[in-house]
């Protein structure tokens, strides 16, 4: 099994991560690194600004739907890519800091 890290659960990270966890199925594992709690349909959020809509009909609970999907989720943001690996991983890997630690492998 191999894991495809997508950095950002905004417009397109989230699409990404939705296909490839689509096509890629139960053989591999499709994680998402992403600061934010909620993902935001941007667009919108003028509506938001000037009274037309409610922040709530702009955001929804990313965790709910990944786990749903089986797509893992880390809130948490990269702040480094190692993508040739590095002193204590031979394999690519990136390290997110967020509500802890993570180094994803
Ligand atoms: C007011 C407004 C109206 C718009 N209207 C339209 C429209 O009508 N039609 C249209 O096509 N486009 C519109 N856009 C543009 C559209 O919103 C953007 O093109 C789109 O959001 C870009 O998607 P993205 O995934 O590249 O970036 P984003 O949606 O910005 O997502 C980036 C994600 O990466 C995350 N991130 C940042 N740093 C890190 C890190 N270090 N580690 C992990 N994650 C990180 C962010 O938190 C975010 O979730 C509008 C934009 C705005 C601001």
Redo the contacts with the bound molecule.
Sequence with gaps: MKRVVV?????????AASYLNKLLGKKHQVTV????KD??W?????WVGVGQMDKSEVLFDLAAVYKKVGIEYVK????SIHPEGGASHSAPYVV?QGTGDHNLD
């Design positions: 950095l950002g659960g905004g417009v397109s990270g989230h699409t690194v992403t600061p934010n993902w935001n941007i667009p919108s959020n003028i948490a943001k990269a702040v997110a």
